[in-house]
Structure formats: C-alpha cells, structure tokens
C-alpha cells in the first residue's frame, strides 16, 4: 500500500535552517491533500502546515507562520517543508501525513503516516 518517508532531519544550531522531505510511494498523491506534524517525546503531536493537492491553499500553526513554508512536487510525488530561523522549541519527531479532500489541521482527518525525522535545535 502507499507509503509515506520523511527525510532531511538533523541536529543544527537556533538560527539555521532545514529542508524536510516527504516522499509518496504505492500511488500517486496529487489527489491528496498533505499535512506536516511534529511530536515532542511524551507530548502529543501538533499541527505544524498542510497543503491542498494543487498546491494552491497552505496553512500553518501560528508558531511557525513567518518561518516555515510547505510546498509539494507532484511530479516527484514529494511534500517539503522548508524551515528558517530555527528556534529549540521546534524540537520534535517530524511527521508527514496524506488525506483526501481539503486540507486540515486535525490529525484524525489523515490517513497514512510516515515514520517521521527528527530535528534538534540547539540554543
């Protein structure tokens, strides 16, 4: 079935920047719209940006508006998310996610997951 890998995590410094990648496999997801997670250990995962299957509608959480932009490659059968300015708190287990119809911010809503990558920021 279709499987969602996320790549492009690593350990930077507040301040950098990081490219996350999400690639789809088993189908094609130009249909699909797609949504970025992030989990911290022990703490519930949280909306960070999705994005509609034409690439036209984005949405992020307040925390990363300004700082992140996602963008998709249907070509590729790929998602990005693109984050500057780095702060410690984006510290997390970054999660890809896929869903039919518009884009949302509620986790129930998607249907594949990936295994996420995980980003630290150190201050």
């Known amino acids: 079935q279709v499987q969602l890998v996320e790549s492009g995590g690593g350990l930077v410094q507040a301040g950098d920047s990081l490219r996350l990648s999400c690639a789809a496999s088993?189908?094609?997801?130009?249909?699909?719209?797609m949504g970025w997670f992030r989990q911290a250990p022990g703490k519930e995962r949280l909306f960070v940006a999705s994005i509609s299957w034409g690439g036209g509608s984005t949405y992020y959480s307040d925390s990363v508006k300004g700082r992140f932009t996602i963008s998709r490659d249907n070509a590729r059968n790929t998602v990005y998310l693109q984050m500057n300015s780095l702060k410690p708190e984006d510290t997390a287990l970054y999660y890809c996610?896929?869903?039919?119809?518009?884009?949302?911010?509620?986790?129930?809503?998607?249907?594949?997951w990936g295994q996420g990558t995980q980003v630290t920021v150190s201050s």
């Open positions: 996610a896929d869903r039919k119809g518009v884009p949302s911010s509620r986790e129930r809503e998607y249907d594949v």
């Open positions: 088993g189908r094609t997801f130009s249909s699909y719209s």
